[in-house]
Each structure stands twice: as structure tokens, then as C-alpha cells.
């Protein structure tokens, strides 16, 4: 439990009189946002090496093949492009995502 007390008393020290100190509010957002950006760089080195491991692969197969066997060079071909439409939409998904608290203040502008 010790190693969540540095943790516990930053947060709890700031809504209530207790913990080592308070931290001030605009100190937290650019902590958070240091957080996440570290936390979407990550992501997006992980899904781009995947998807070049998995892309490559997929490359050296179609290598392989004979130029006569035009049904597997046409799968292995179709499989590169459906990958690419995957990671479109994880990417679409991802950015929506991001994009909601701004879009729901647009849709309520009065509160």
C-alpha cells in the first residue's frame, strides 16, 4: 500500500485538510496532460509498429507466391488494404473520442 500513498495524498490533500500538502489545480491538469499525452505517444508507437509487423508479413507472403496464383496475391493484397481500413477506423474511433466533451459543450450551449 505504500507505493499508492504518494498518490493518495496528492489527490485526497486537495479536497480535504489532510496529506502532505495541496497541489495546486493548474499543477494536476499539467500533470494530466503530461500523462496523457506519455500514454498516446505510447499507443501510437505500439499500433504502428503492429501494424508494420503484421503489414510486412502479409508482404513477404505475396513474395512467395507465383505470379500465376492471382487469387492468393489478390487475398494477401485485399488482407494489406483491410488492415489499413481497420486501423483508419481504430483511428476515427480514437479521435471522436477525444473530441466528445467538446462536441456535447457545443450541443448544450446553455448550461
Keep these: 500500500m505504500d507505493k499508492y500513498r504518494k498518490t493518495a495524498e ?3 490533500g486537495n479536497t480535504k485538510s ?3 500538502h495541496k497541489v495546486h ?6 500533470l494530466s496532460h503530461v500523462k496523457g499525452h506519455f500514454a498516446a ?3 501510437d508507437e505500439f499500433f504502428d509498429e503492429v501494424y508494420g509487423e503484421v503489414l510486412v508479413d502479409l508482404f513477404v507472403e505475396w513474395l512467395k507466391t507465383d505470379p500465376h496464383e492471382t487469387k492468393t496475391r ?3 493484397y485485399s488482407s494489406a ?6 486501423k483508419e477506423k481504430m483511428i476515427q474511433f480514437e479521435t471522436y473520442g ?8 457545443e ?3 446553455n448550461e
Design 10 to 12: 496528492k489527490r485526497l
Design 18 to 20: 489532510y496529506g502532505n
Design 25 to 30: 489545480p493548474d499543477e494536476l491538469a499539467r
Design 41 to 43: 505517444k505510447e499507443r
Design 74 to 76: 489478390e487475398f494477401l
Design 81 to 86: 488494404m483491410a488492415l489499413g481500413s481497420v
Design 98 to 105: 477525444k473530441n466528445i466533451p467538446h462536441i456535447q459543450e
Design 107 to 109: 450541443d448544450n450551449p
